[in-house]
């Protein structure tokens, strides 16, 4: 059970021009502490897709993400006695073009260990849930559910997510390799991670996921999403990972999720 939220304040963290702002330099700092160095990104580089959000595409790439409507965003939560940022969650919205709707993506999130076990975290994930709805309303797109992306080992998240409405898909899915400094990169080995889903708007008990099932045109389309717009791979047909992703899913009638289905189950 979390303990009341007395002086914590969550808002949306933007791009103010060049020069980094503290509360981001510190948003930065919390979200980066105590993951494995290959997923360390330099502030640059979420600053730079802020940017966009604000001044508008400049390059290629820029406008590889832009187009029909993706939109970043950085929740951080305040504590009003001194102003601290002292957690950040990472939402983002992904048109699907094909099913002519969008999904949430939740990446993301982490609190100061000081201010832990609070219910910052929930407020966090209310408040992505929040604007991604509004994303959906703003794009015309129904909202058609969220997902995340798990590490294996990360028991804490998948048992979180599952008492919030998502289990995981039954489909292999594949990260890229990553380098702090450039993103994506291509010398590094693509890694396996879990898919997990939540259908819009509540998402799914245990019970109600032992049966549902999903087309693969959804489940590809997200995939395609996020290589496009979290990993900016491009072309995707020369993407080895991607193409892992789609052989686990080729010649499938439908799918669904992945057992076992318990709310507290080790993955
Ligand atoms: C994991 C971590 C972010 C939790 O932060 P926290 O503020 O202590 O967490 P909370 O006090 O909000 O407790 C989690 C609550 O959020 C809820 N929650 C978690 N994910 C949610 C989601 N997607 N939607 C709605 N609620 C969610 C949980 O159900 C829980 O609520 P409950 O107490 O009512 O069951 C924090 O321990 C941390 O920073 N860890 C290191 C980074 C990390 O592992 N991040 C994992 C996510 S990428």
């Known amino acids: 059970m979390t303990q009341p939220l007395d002086n914590i304040v969550t808002e949306e963290l933007r791009w103010t021009g060049e020069e980094y702002s503290k509360d981001y330099l510190r948003a930065h700092e ?17 600053w730079d897709r802020l940017r966009i959000k604000e001044q508008g595409a400049r390059t290629r790439e820029d406008k590889a993400l832009m ?13 009003t006695t001194n102003g601290e940022v002292v957690g950040a969650g990472l939402g983002s919205s992904l048109p699907l073009t094909p099913m002519r709707g969008s999904v949430g993506l939740l990446c993301y999130a982490a609190v100061d260990p000081k201010y832990q076990g609070r219910g910052i975290h929930k407020r966090l994930s209310v408040e992505r849930y929040k604007k991604i709805e509004e994303d959906s309303q703003n794009f015309n797109l129904p909202l058609l559910g969220y997902v995340a992306e798990v590490e294996f080992d990360n028991h804490e998240e998948a048992t979180m997510l599952r008492k ?24 590094y080995p693509p890694e396996k991670i879990q898919l997990f889903y939540r259908p819009a708007p509540n998402g799914v008990t245990p019970e109600m996921a032992r049966h549902v099932r999903f087309s693969p045109d959804l489940i590809r389309a997200i995939g395609r999403a996020i290589f496009r717009k979290e990993y900016v791979e491009n072309p995707l047909k020369d993407s080895i990972p991607y193409q892992m992703y789609l052989e686990s ?14 709310v507290n189950s080790k993955n």
């Open 30 to 46: 919390i979200t980066n502490t105590g993951i494995p160095e290959e997923f360390v990104e330099t502030p640059e580089f979420l």
């Open 164 to 187: 919030n409405g998502f289990q995981r898909l039954d489909v292999d899915f594949m990260q890229p390799g990553i380098d702090a400094e450039k993103g994506v990169n291509a010398m």
């Open 249 to 262: 899913i080729e010649g499938r009638d439908s799918i669904g999720f992945k057992p076992p289905y318990k």
């Open 67 to 79: 187009p029909k409507g993706y939109d970043l965003h950085l929740i951080v939560a305040k504590d």
